[in-house]
């Protein structure tokens, strides 16, 4: 597969930002709402606006990133996915066959996102921040990153490497979701902290053609 192109890997944080402003806006409010274009998913982040946090456990293996790809296909804000995987790069043809606009989409490696990426947190460039497996990430970094989302009506995604558990909670999150494919078949989802807690299966059909 093709290797992502060099605007999108590029380490400057100032880079992307620069890349990010010259992005148009969304049209309105509207269009920074969250939606997926499958109905049993939508409903469990209809709830969901700008300021917000939501927790994904996702362990290695499973697929469950698929699941949050989702939500940033239909006309997206400028965002982007800090990601910190040992090894492994972003594959442009990849994310482009599961439907995502790499126009609006942007990346960068961090372990560390607060501390390395501080200005990014200090601006409203990208409406949607998704924070990717980081490997520290203290419970102050979790009140900082919450508090300017809520500042600039950003929404974040924070993704664990883990599943979470119902016994250790989050009070700085809005919805705290497990995602995985348990078979072939389908996915499940299991919300822990929300709206409406409990599972959700959604076919795996459902998902691929929601990619086309």
Same mark, same amino acid.
């Given at each position: 597969?093709?290797?992502?192109?060099?605007? *999108?890997?590029?380490?400057?944080?100032?880079?992307?930002?620069?890349?990010?402003?010259?992005?148009?806006?969304?049209?309105?409010?509207?269009?920074?709402?969250?939606?997926?274009?499958? #109905?049993?998913?939508?409903?469990?982040?209809?709830?969901?606006?700008?300021?917000?946090?939501?927790?994904?456990?996702?362990?290695?293996?499973?697929?469950?990133?698929?699941?949050?790809?989702? *939500?940033?296909?239909?006309?997206?804000?400028?965002?982007?996915?800090?990601?910190? $995987?040992?090894?492994?790069?972003? *594959?442009?043809?990849?994310?482009?066959?599961?439907?995502?606009?790499?126009?609006?989409?942007?990346?960068?490696?961090?372990?560390?996102?607060?501390? #390395?990426?501080?200005?990014?947190?200090?601006?409203?460039? *990208?409406?949607?921040?998704?924070?990717?497996?980081?490997?520290?990430?203290?419970?102050?970094?979790?009140?900082?990153?919450?508090?300017?989302?809520?500042?600039?009506?950003?929404?974040?995604?924070?993704?664990?490497?883990?599943?979470?558990?119902?016994?250790?909670?989050?009070? $700085?999150?809005?919805?705290?979701?497990?995602?995985?494919?348990?078979?072939?078949?389908?996915?499940?989802?299991?919300?822990?902290?929300?709206?409406?807690?409990?599972?959700?299966?959604?076919?795996?059909?459902?998902?691929?053609?929601?990619?086309?």
């Amino acid at each position: 597969m093709a290797s992502i192109p060099a605007r *999108f890997a590029d380490s400057s944080l100032s880079g992307q930002l620069v890349s990010a402003r010259l992005l148009n806006p969304p049209a309105s409010r509207e269009d920074q709402l969250l939606r997926s274009g499958i #109905e049993s998913l939508d409903r469990y982040f209809a709830a969901i606006k700008p300021g917000d946090l939501i927790e994904w456990g996702i362990p290695p293996g499973l697929n469950g990133r698929l699941i949050p790809l989702q *939500f940033l296909k239909h006309g997206i804000p400028a965002s982007i996915w800090i990601y910190h $995987h040992h090894g492994l790069g972003v *594959f442009a043809s990849s994310w482009i066959s599961h439907g995502i606009d790499l126009q609006r989409l942007f990346f960068i490696r961090s372990a560390k996102p607060v501390k #390395e990426l501080r200005p990014l947190f200090l601006e409203d460039t *990208f409406k949607r921040i998704i924070i990717d497996s980081p490997k520290n990430f203290s419970n102050g970094d979790l009140a900082f990153v919450s508090q300017q989302a809520r500042k600039y009506q950003q929404i974040v995604f924070l993704i664990r490497h883990y599943f979470l558990s119902q016994k250790q909670g989050n009070p $700085h999150a809005s919805l705290r979701i497990n995602t995985w494919q348990n078979d072939n078949d389908e996915f499940s989802l299991q919300v822990i902290k929300g709206p409406a807690t409990g599972k959700l299966h959604i076919p795996l059909g459902e998902i691929y053609a929601n990619d086309e």
